[in-house]
């Protein structure tokens, strides 16, 4: 069975497959209605925009369909389910199932209990290698992902996008530029993995220092919701904010982009010049989510 967990489970040739198989459903060349009758569960007990709602649409366009939970709340688990039993129950409804959940570790352990496929879509401040796949897509739509700078500027530390796109690009020979509030830097096992995996990562207290040297700068929100009280979310809150005269100067192909939501970290105004993807780079994540879906699924 095919589980989609973590980058670590992933060789560059898995990315690359199913990097291609996305620009293949992105372009319309596949059989229509390939998922019929197929049925995900999208178990979401995060909040969720883009990635609940590009996967139902994936399923949509696949020609299956989805049911979901939407909150902790609403599902059994505020009764005192345990995760294993919610997910060995919802394996007899669906073809897979799509998680969403506040702990690190929680895909991997519903892996163990299901009996179909489970799609990690975020475990706390874990991975999200769904959201990394349709990161590397938006790249390669413009140019190669081998050998880029790559700037990494926010929350390094609990943001699963950074740490899943991070161990990714490892596998491309990037060299990762990062900066990150006091206190927020990426964590020590993964800044390790990455030296280990041979990618130079070089730290800058301000990403003034680099912005001009860069290919790709990938900007994260702070991720409010892990703190462990809000004084400290507000000693880091809006210490960084990209805006229009900062990028005067850099080079001109440089891809701006953010996993979304974005909260003060991007000047609205940077929207209208043409480094800002974000929005192109959320639209894509239909098309890999397809591509993700139907290898587990078909
Ligand atoms: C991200 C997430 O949930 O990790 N959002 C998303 O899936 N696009 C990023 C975030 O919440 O900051």
Redesign the pocket.
Same mark, same amino acid.
């Given at each position: 069975m095919y589980h989609i967990i973590s980058i670590h489970d992933f060789e560059k040739s898995d990315l690359d497959h199913l990097l291609d198989r996305a620009k293949e459903f992105d372009t319309g060349n596949y059989r229509s209605r390939v998922l019929d009758g197929k049925l995900a569960a999208l178990l979401f007990f995060?909040?969720?925009?883009?990635?609940r709602m590009s996967f139902a649409t994936a399923m949509v366009r696949l020609g299956g369909n989805s049911i979901s939970v939407d909150s902790v709340e609403a599902s059994s688990i505020a009764k005192g389910e345990t995760l294993a039993d919610t997910i060995r129950v919802v394996s007899g409804y669906a073809d897979a199932i799509v998680l969403?959940h506040p702990k690190e570790g929680a895909a991997r352990l519903a892996s163990e209990f299901a009996t179909v496929p489970v799609i990690n879509? @975020?475990d706390g401040a874990g991975q999200?290698p769904?959201?990394t796949l349709l990161d590397l897509y938006t790249i390669r739509q413009s140019m190669p992902i081998e050998g880029l700078d790559v700037g990494l500027l926010g929350?390094l530390r609990y @943001?699963?996008?950074a740490h899943s796109l991070a161990l990714a690009l490892s596998l491309y020979g990037v060299t990762l530029h990062t900066t990150a509030p006091g206190g927020l830097e990426m964590p020590a096992n993964i800044a390790l993995e990455l030296r280990e995996r041979g990618v130079e990562v070089v730290e800058h207290a301000d990403v003034e220092e680099v912005i001009r040297e860069l290919d790709v700068l990938y900007v994260?929100?702070?991720?409010r919701?892990r703190f462990p009280d809000s004084a400290s979310y507000y000693n880091v809150a809006s210490s960084y904010r990209i805006t229009p005269e900062q990028l005067s100067g850099v080079r001109e192909h440089l891809m701006i982009l953010?996993?979304?939501?974005?909260?003060g970290e991007i000047d609205p105004a940077v929207d209208r010049t043409p480094y800002a993807r974000y929005f192109e780079q959320?639209r894509n @994540?239909v098309p890999v989510r397809m591509a993700l879906l139907h290898e587990v699924m078909q």
């Amino acid at each position: 069975m095919y589980h989609i967990i973590s980058i670590h489970d992933f060789e560059k040739s898995d990315l690359d497959h199913l990097l291609d198989r996305a620009k293949e459903f992105d372009t319309g060349n596949y059989r229509s209605r390939v998922l019929d009758g197929k049925l995900a569960a999208l178990l979401f007990f995060e909040p969720s925009t883009r990635t609940r709602m590009s996967f139902a649409t994936a399923m949509v366009r696949l020609g299956g369909n989805s049911i979901s939970v939407d909150s902790v709340e609403a599902s059994s688990i505020a009764k005192g389910e345990t995760l294993a039993d919610t997910i060995r129950v919802v394996s007899g409804y669906a073809d897979a199932i799509v998680l969403r959940h506040p702990k690190e570790g929680a895909a991997r352990l519903a892996s163990e209990f299901a009996t179909v496929p489970v799609i990690n879509a @975020g475990d706390g401040a874990g991975q999200h290698p769904s959201q990394t796949l349709l990161d590397l897509y938006t790249i390669r739509q413009s140019m190669p992902i081998e050998g880029l700078d790559v700037g990494l500027l926010g929350d390094l530390r609990y @943001g699963r996008t950074a740490h899943s796109l991070a161990l990714a690009l490892s596998l491309y020979g990037v060299t990762l530029h990062t900066t990150a509030p006091g206190g927020l830097e990426m964590p020590a096992n993964i800044a390790l993995e990455l030296r280990e995996r041979g990618v130079e990562v070089v730290e800058h207290a301000d990403v003034e220092e680099v912005i001009r040297e860069l290919d790709v700068l990938y900007v994260t929100r702070i991720q409010r919701e892990r703190f462990p009280d809000s004084a400290s979310y507000y000693n880091v809150a809006s210490s960084y904010r990209i805006t229009p005269e900062q990028l005067s100067g850099v080079r001109e192909h440089l891809m701006i982009l953010h996993p979304l939501p974005r909260a003060g970290e991007i000047d609205p105004a940077v929207d209208r010049t043409p480094y800002a993807r974000y929005f192109e780079q959320a639209r894509n @994540g239909v098309p890999v989510r397809m591509a993700l879906l139907h290898e587990v699924m078909q």
